[in-house]
């Protein structure tokens, strides 16, 4: 093993030894080349990173003599269900669903008594089959199960849903002067209107349109509301303006969120290692039906749409984008690591250690070398088999999250495609037979780094970009081989030695 790291290690040199010189104009002006610039070693780290998280997951799988190949929809399955419950939305503090709209009598019937709403009162129709407006009302008249408002605008067409919103008139708007510090617009509304920091603020103008924008502060005088909005909603908007308080939901906390996404990444592992152990499948199949019906399900769960994480990308997002400064002068940061990358060190000595330093480590690899006779050993040989998809789904969850965060944009049908084969290339270039019983977590590191190396040359030296999965393809079969001749060759000399002795 320590020769295969040794190898892959000084692969690794060479390469970057080559871009450098590839890279520099004129070669020997090292100072000039691209492949050492700031930005690009940082994007190497960040991307090694990340690929890295994905390897050795997939490793503890590949020691077992097993493989999985549902690593990129996994990666695409937790960043959409990371944005889902990380959703936020916006809701009216005063809704209640319409009934019906009937547009010959400018009637509008609410599913909800409204006991405070009264004559002038402007009232804004949302949701349904007509463009939303403002309504004023004329009368309204509470009955049993709602009621019935007619107002003096007639409805463009009849309805039968959507909600009515209240609206409330502001005491004043002060916008900002362009020329004086004030940059923030404040809104003074009448009576106390329970809102609080980043819920937002829906100014509307019967002509000019709608602005929302969000809310900084919140503050009770006098029993007035005084909100301070972030952004200016503009001259045409905020002259003679109603506006409607939107209080903020989040479906779950963060950690609630990535928790969720974790719990659920660890019992897609346990389904795996089930079908394995129990039903006697093979990894291949389970874990090829497990990439097709992940991608299906993040399709749907998004209607095939693309998700994101909105206000999240400036805060959590951070943890994928974000480095730690190293050197920095009067302009800001010239170069830093990126968060991930800590992330990948504190699992790679985790990972290290539990398989070099624990039991179960031992099992794993007398798993991968002979399962019948780790069976007999005493080996729960199932166990250890759940253990391993386990750990690699979750990986993959924890790749996929950081992907996500990095990219803030997930195209369910697209995202993480071919993600697998950049696993597991790492994972045969770091050592780990295919055959299981032998692997190394700096080895997947390092063969992450040389994947990303290899990805940068074609970016670095403008080689099309269609070649690029022939050469993870040619970098798998050369580490196969590679993987193959050494098993040979090490049976052949313990062969000799044998029959010497």
Known sequence: MKGKLFGIFMLLVVLCGFMTVTTSDPWWNIGSSRFLQAGNIQNLLSRTSLYGVLGIGVAFVIITGGIDLSIGSTVCLSGVLLSIFLHVDYRPVDQVPVTSVT???????????????????????????????????????????????????????????????????????????????????????????????????????????????????????????????????????????????????????????????????????????????????????????????????????????????????????????????????????????????????????????????????????ALGRNEEAARFSGINTGRVTLMAYIICTTMAAVGGMLFSLDSNSISPSSFGNFFELYAIAAAVLGGCSLRGGEGSIVGVVIGTAVMQVLNNLIMLLKISGTLEYAIIGSVILAGVLADEAVKRFAAQRKRKQNLNS
């Open 103 to 365: 547009a010959a009598s400018n009637r509008i019937v609410t599913a909800i008594r409204l006991e405070s709403v009264k004559p002038g009162d402007q009232l804004r129709y949302s949701g349904g089959k007509q463009s939303a407006r403002l309504f004023t009302v004329e009368s309204a008249m509470a009955e049993a199960s709602g009621s019935v408002l007619t107002v003096s605008e007639k409805p463009s067409r009849d309805d039968t849903g959507g909600e009515l919103t209240q609206t409330i008139i502001p005491v004043s708007i002060t916008r900002p002067v362009a020329a004086g510090p004030d940059t923030q617009t404040v809104v003074t509304l009448p009576g106390e209107v329970f809102l609080n920091e980043r819920d937002q603020l829906s100014l509307i103008h019967r002509t000019s349109g709608l602005s929302t924008q969000e809310i900084t502060s919140v503050r009770q005088e006098d029993g007035q509301t005084i909100v301070t909005l972030r952004n200016d909603p503009g001259e045409r908007i905020a002259s003679d303006c109603v506006v409607i308080p939107l209080q903020r939901h989040q479906r779950m906390s963060i950690p609630m969120a990535i928790l969720s996404v974790l719990l659920i990444a660890a019992f897609l592992g346990l389904v795996h290692g089930l079908l394995v152990t129990r039903a006697r499948l093979q990894p291949f199949v389970v874990t090829l039906c497990g990439l097709l019906i992940y991608r299906g399900m993040s399709r749907w769960l998004t209607s095939d749409n693309p998700a994101g994480f909105g206000e999240f990308s400036q805060s959590l997002g951070v943890v994928a984008t974000g480095r730690f400064p190293l050197i920095s002068d009067a302009n800001g940061m010239v170069f830093g690591l990126p968060y991930p990358l800590f992330i990948l060190i504190a699992i790679a000595v985790v990972a290290a250690i539990f398989l070099g330093r624990t039991i179960w480590g031992r099992y794993l690899l």
